[in-house]
């Protein structure tokens, strides 16, 4: 019992000098940049499709971690952007670049709009409520088969790398991919620490409270799902420069399972628990495919349910809890850190948002 109780603790941010975050972070971006100029194809492959994970769990982390909105829909705004980007560059010429800010506007705006009734509901009834988006999104995409070409889906041939470059196909997705997942890993992890994250967890765990303080809670949390569905809709078309082929199977139930999965795995409200959770979702069902082709079915399910009773807190939990002796002996200064991110803290100060 004393090492279930241990798992099932909270951990503290990392407290690390400033010179070792430096470094850190440094490593990490230059490895990342050279992976794929070493590494084959189908791997290239694997790892973009962790970088547009890592997006569209950024987003969903932000909803769900941060302020406790239970979304199992995102898959819908997901398969939004993934058609608008095939509609638009197979069916009407529209240049790559342009559907990334194109699909993040209309998800934004869809997103907003069905957060405003949704987000009056809380908990479970939240849950299915978007869980009808999950089931719906491959009737809807057969449905209006002049636009998606319905069953047949689409094949996008967009994002060749510029003959400049060098760089080979796969090489060229994987760079945007790692682009935009890295500015989107700065935008969240800015909202997410500080006075803005502070409020959203204020939010979360005492809204009355909040309210009354003076922050808007209802439209906090409509602006946030709708940042979160404009971040799954820039996922999707990413993931149609990856696959080069969108089709209605792709995006039914199983994918909003996997949605919710890499941020319980990862560790809700812990943005760098996203990066571990894309992992988790795209290699671990490859790995028990190889042992036996249905057990990748029930790995989502046996990881959500282990995650839950034994390690809550996500593996971000157990990286903390095995380097924060290493850390602490390492000299250096350190900055205002070691809050634990997304899990409440009794000495929260609640700060009043001006509703103006």
């Not at 898959?75 to 509609?87: D, E, I, K, P, R």
């Not at 906090?220 to 820039?234: D, I, Q």
Request: charged share 10%.
């Amino acid at each position: 019992m004393k090492v279930l109780d241990m798992l099932r603790r909270p951990r503290a941010e990392l407290d690390a000098p400033v010179w070792l975050r430096r470094t850190t972070v440094a490593v990490v971006l230059v490895l990342a940049a050279v992976a794929p100029l070493v590494s084959a194809p189908y791997v290239n492959f694997d790892r973009s499709m962790v970088l547009v994970y890592v997006v569209v769990g950024l987003g969903l982390n932000l909803l769900t971690g941060n302020t406790g909105q239970i979304s199992l829909g995102h898959g819908f705004f997901f398969a939004v952007g993934a058609y608008l980007s095939a509609v638009l560059i197979e069916n009407h010429g529209v240049a790559y670049p342009v559907v990334l800010p194109l699909a993040f506007a209309v998800c934004y705006v869809g997103g907003y709009l069905f957060g405003l009734p949704a987000l009056r509901l809380h908990g479970l009834q939240l849950a299915l409520a978007t869980l009808g988006l999950a089931l719906v999104t491959p009737a809807v995409i057969k449905r209006f088969e002049h636009v998606t070409d319905g069953q047949a889906g689409i094949n996008v041939t967009a994002a060749e790398a510029p003959v400049s470059s060098g760089l080979d196909r796969d090489q060229w997705v994987y760079y945007l991919c790692l682009l935009v997942a890295a500015l989107t890993y700065l935008v969240v992890r800015r909202l997410s620490t500080g006075r803005i994250g502070r409020s959203l967890i204020a939010i979360r765990d005492y809204e009355a409270v909040a309210t009354t303080l003076g922050m808007p809670a209802a439209r906090t949390k409509t602006t946030v799902f709708a940042l979160s569905a404009a971040l799954a809709g820039v996922g999707g078309v990413l993931y149609s420069f990856v696959v080069q082929y969108v089709g209605p199977e792709a995006f039914g139930l199983p994918l909003a399972i996997a949605f919710i999965t890499m941020i319980v795995v990862g560790g809700l409200g812990t943005v760098p628990g996203v990066v571990f959770g894309a992992f988790f979702v795209v290699y671990v069902p490859q790995w028990t495919a190889e042992l036996n082709q249905s057990a990748a079915g029930i790995t989502y399910g046996a990881a959500l349910i282990l995650f839950i009773f034994v390690l809550p807190y996500g593996l971000i939990s157990l990286v903390r809890w095995g380097l924060a002796p290493l850390v602490a002996c390492i000299p250096g200064r350190r900055s205002d850190g070691g809050r634990s991110e997304g899990t409440k803290d009794p000495g929260l100060e609640l700060e009043p948002v001006a509703t103006g």
